[in-house]
């Protein structure tokens, strides 16, 4: 199992998921967005979620998005038994362009993990945090569709590119155990192997928040992360 998505931990059955994720990269493969569109203002939050892999117990993740001066930061951490891990990106944002700044990760099993930087430099597109928030803005304000999917391109914790499609589903409620949210709901498809999909939901009015997460593999949901907490105010920055 290699779920790119979502934070990448090859250890024993890759436990690749915790954080996602996706996203859509401002690369030479744009989506068409209509003149005049409104993207969402960016606010500050936290939320908890439950994360689900088969084979492993449940794990918790916590994410907080702040902003520093100008420029905004997304923190996600999480841990699942001897695992954890953390992703931190800094990015700015200037109406329906987001600019990756600076990405960090660092993944431990047993206290034994490695840490990865991604500075201004290298990130040639979006790292998956900043790529995360950059979606859940642009969901359901391009010209997607099922049998016309956008192009995704986001940088892994390696630097190393990845290949997604995507399009809206459906604009619909969804229950989550934090309550029920307004959502856009999402279907990413892996570019490289038809077998692999996510499915996501994003809260249509605050940038970033994800309400939940699905990845598939032949049909079978293997990682499930689902919005326990949500707390509008921000939270304290970690």
Not at 155 to 181: K, W
Not at 200 to 223: I, M, V
Request: glycine share 6%; proline share 6%; hydrophobic share 35%.
């Amino acid at each position: 199992m290699r779920c790119a998505l979502l934070p990448p931990l090859t250890y024993p059955r890759c436990l690749a998921v915790a954080v996602t994720l996706c996203f859509t990269g401002l690369t030479t493969a744009v989506a068409d967005v209509s003149p005049g569109t409104a993207f969402s203002t960016p606010q500050p939050f936290e939320a908890h979620y439950r994360l689900k892999v088969d084979g492993w117990p449940s794990a918790s993740i916590t994410h907080h998005l702040s902003q520093e001066e100008s420029h905004w930061r997304s923190d996600m951490r999480f841990s699942i038994a001897v695992v954890s891990g953390e992703e931190r990106s800094r990015f700015s944002v200037a109406d329906d362009a987001t600019r990756a700044l600076l990405y960090n990760s660092r993944y431990s099993l047993f206290g034994i993990g490695n840490d990865y930087q991604l500075k201004e430099e290298q990130l040639t597109t979006l790292d998956r945090q900043t790529a995360l928030f950059d979606l859940s803005r642009r969901a359901g304000k391009e010209n997607c569709s099922e049998t016309a999917p956008c192009d995704l391109r986001f940088l892994d914790h390696e630097g190393e590119e990845e290949h997604y499609q995507y399009y809206m589903e459906s604009q619909a409620p969804i229950n989550v155990p934090a309550g029920e949210f307004d959502a856009l709901n999402v279907i990413m498809l892996n570019a490289e192997k038809d077998d692999r999909e996510l499915h996501l939901s994003f809260h249509p009015d605050w940038p970033g928040l994800l309400l939940s997460a699905e990845y598939f593999k032949d049909g079978e949901r293997e990682t499930q992360i689902a919005l326990t907490d949500f707390n509008p105010s921000g939270g304290d920055t970690p």
